[in-house]
């Protein structure tokens, strides 16, 4: 689908959603080393727990606002309330008060917001792009991502500790005028009446909704089996933005990345853990279409079992070293067990799923990730009564064990083709 093309509300929504993730990605991966530092480990990862927590709820509830209430109403109310906390986030890291609770609050309600924000998104591409061309949309606005994610973490390593009350209060501007934007050129998609998104629907019953879909896992063995492998493997990659961080702040301290004659460029940890970001949002931006057309070549199986492997190795090497170059390279490893999976997974739900519970199952799938981001922060927990090197050992076995989740569950679904179900 061609630039000219593209409906006024696509081009709208990327270059707002793409200013805003790079202001994202300025501060959002050095939240867990400034929590860990405010409140310490035990209460860092359980307050990240909490914050994930509300996150999940609000994600629960997220489509149905969109649907009952239309999505530019939903995208203009998210962005409107992420410009309010984003004011609240910089009183709370002004010259004249400071308060960690504070600051734990407002990226809290930042998370819900976007967790409210992203579905009304998602539902507007459905609705203005022929469903031909979604595929190509999405890619795009995937690139904007990873394009945030390689310059946000470098510009954030250098403004977020100098300067954070100001780039915060740049936020709430910028999140201000992408209201004024969404508010006025944005048009609505799709307008329900109250009748037809059902009569006397409350929000918890879109709650307890979203919840009995989720019954389809137990009817599924095989299913259950892939979510069960999913989520122990997102204990790896979910540690990008929480134990890796802390780890690499921790161990690195005015380290060498390389010298040239009289020149030498050194790297404080926050900068070496920025550096690693931009290296995995590089990666993911220049080779995701290469390695999934390489990896279509063979049998699921093997892609899905090798991918967890190499994330063991990855996860447990990177706490095996103190080196910058040595967590470059486990980073590699790291983003490239990422790409391997990341084009066959769709395709692989949907072969999972029945036509006429196609959607319960992709909302199912979404556990993968949805439980192993609530769990994740715990490993910080742990490396107060545990050495780094233990946890990311610990870390490292969960993504083998996924692996023979994988390889049994394929093993599994073998079998049931084989006597005809």
């Keep these: 689908m061609k630039w000219k093309d593209w409906d006024r509300n696509l081009r709208i929504r990327l270059f707002g959603e793409g ?8 501060y959002f991966p050095f939240m867990t080393i400034l929590f860990e530092k405010s409140f310490g480990k035990d209460k860092a990862g359980l307050l990240l727990v909490l914050s994930q927590a509300f996150s999940v709820l609000a994600s629960l509830i997220g489509g149905y606002c969109a649907d009952r209430f239309g999505r530019k109403k939903m995208m203009v109310i998210s962005s409107f309330g992420q410009c309010l906390t984003f004011l609240l986030f910089a009183y709370a890291n002004s010259p004249w008060y400071e308060s960690p609770m504070l600051t734990f609050i407002s990226f809290s309600l930042l998370g819900v917001w976007g967790a409210l924000y992203w579905p009304a998104s998602h539902a507007m591409v459905a609705d203005v792009v022929k469903e031909k061309h979604r595929a190509s949309v999405f890619a795009v606005f995937y690139t904007s991502i990873n394009i945030a994610v390689v310059v946000g973490p470098i510009i954030g390593s250098f403004v977020f500790y100098s300067y954070r009350f100001e780039m915060l209060l740049f936020g709430a501007v910028l999140t201000a005028v992408l209201t004024f934007v969404l508010q006025t050129y944005l048009e609505e998609t799709v307008v329900y009446e109250r009748t037809e998104v059902g009569t006397g629907k409350h929000w918890y019953q879109a709650v307890w909704d979203e919840l009995s879909a989720y019954r389809v896992i137990a009817r ?14 997102a204990q790896t990659f979910m540690q990008l933005d929480i134990l890796i961080a802390v780890y690499t702040s921790e161990v690195i301290d005015n380290q060498s990345l390389f010298s040239f004659g009289q020149f030498q460029l050194n790297l404080t940890g926050e900068q070496a853990f920025a550096l690693i970001l931009a290296e995995n949002g590089l990666l993911v931006a220049l080779f995701t279409v ?26 447990s090497l990177y706490g095996m ?7 470059i390279i486990a980073m590699g490893l790291f983003t490239f067990a990422e790409l391997m999976v990341v084009g066959i997974q769709e395709s692989f739900v949907s072969k999972l799923s029945p036509a006429n519970m ?38 490292g076995l969960l993504a083998i064990l996924s692996a023979g989740t994988y390889y049994y569950m394929f093993l599994k679904l073998d079998r049931m083709q084989a006597a005809g179900r």
């Design 321 to 327: 070293t103190q080196s910058i170059w040595m967590f």
């Design 220 to 233: 599924d063995r095989t299913f259950l089996l892939f979510i069960i492998a999913g989520v122990l493997v």
């Design 290 to 315: 290469f390695v999934t057309r390489v990896m279509s070549r063979f049998k699921e199986w093997k892609v899905f079992v090798l991918s967890s492997c190499i994330y063991a190795v990855g996860i």
């Design 358 to 395: 196609r959607g319960q199952y992709f909302s199912a799938a979404s556990l993968r990730f949805t439980v192993g981001k609530l769990i994740a922060p715990l490993s910080l927990v742990l490396t107060n009564y545990l050495s780094y090197q233990v946890v990311f050992m610990l870390l």
């Design 19 to 26: 200013t805003t993730n790079f202001l994202f990605w300025s």
